[in-house]
């Protein structure tokens, strides 16, 4: 009887031994686990990402910024936005828009009141940003302040990058996604205006202002 416990014992060990058997060289590895999850990168296209509200924004970019100029200069803005040089100038753009990845220094102008008994000139002390890389993309985050637009910026074949993002409020640890809530999106043009100058214009956002301009400097400058 020991003798035949023996047998099965050894019969069951080669058993198991024989089910983990390595692949034959040369064969294909096994097929991924379906419902696996595949890192996907974003579309390079802002059209393919850009909500039908936001592509309407970015059309009225140049009247919006010249409404809200002529607004804060009849309010007697006029010098202080001669002041910021070619960062208000609407067709002010440099080649070579994209900034580079690092920390920045930015400045809010918001200009042009959506309502009554609101300034149509704000001039923002600087607050933190940052550019990172995103893939093919780069990736702004306003860092301080109670209101941080937080987006991608995509490059664009008609040389002026688009921002698509959204805006975090108060004490808000995670920005909101894109196209939930219009209120929240923001679309803007990225351009270089300076050796080491960029802005953000960011027409018709949902409060406070008809146009926001935010300057971004390099913070080591």
Do not use: H, N
Not at 9 to 32: D, H, N, S, W
Not at 87 to 101: F, G, K, M, Q, S
Not at 187 to 206: K, S, T
């Amino acid at each position: 009887m020991k003798q035949v416990l023996v047998a099965l014992t050894a019969a069951a060990t080669l058993a198991g031994c024989g089910g983990r058997k390595a692949a034959p060289q040369g064969a294909r590895p096994a097929p991924a686990v379906a419902g696996a999850r595949m890192p996907v990168a974003p579309p390079l296209d802002w059209r393919t990402v850009a909500t039908l509200a936001d592509r309407d924004r970015l059309r009225k970019w140049r009247s919006a910024l010249l409404e809200a100029l002529e607004r804060a200069r009849a309010g007697g803005s006029g010098p202080a936005i001669a002041a910021q040089g070619a960062l208000l100038v609407p067709d002010a753009r440099l080649a070579d828009p994209l900034p580079p990845p690092g920390q920045y220094r930015c400045r809010v102008f918001k200009l042009g009141a959506k309502s009554a008994g609101m300034l149509d000139y704000i001039a923002y002390p600087p607050f933190t940003c940052r550019i990172d890389r995103d893939g093919a993309l780069l990736r702004f985050e306003k860092i301080s302040g109670s209101q941080r637009p937080v987006g991608r910026i995509f490059p664009d074949a008609g040389g002026r990058p688009v921002f698509l993002g959204t805006l975090m409020l108060g004490d808000e640890t995670r920005a909101m996604a894109y196209g939930r809530d219009e209120d929240r999106d923001m679309a803007g043009f990225v351009d270089r205006v300076g050796e080491a100058r960029w802005r953000l214009v960011l027409p018709l956002p949902a409060f406070e202002s008809l146009v926001d301009v935010i300057e971004l400097v390099p913070a080591t400058s």
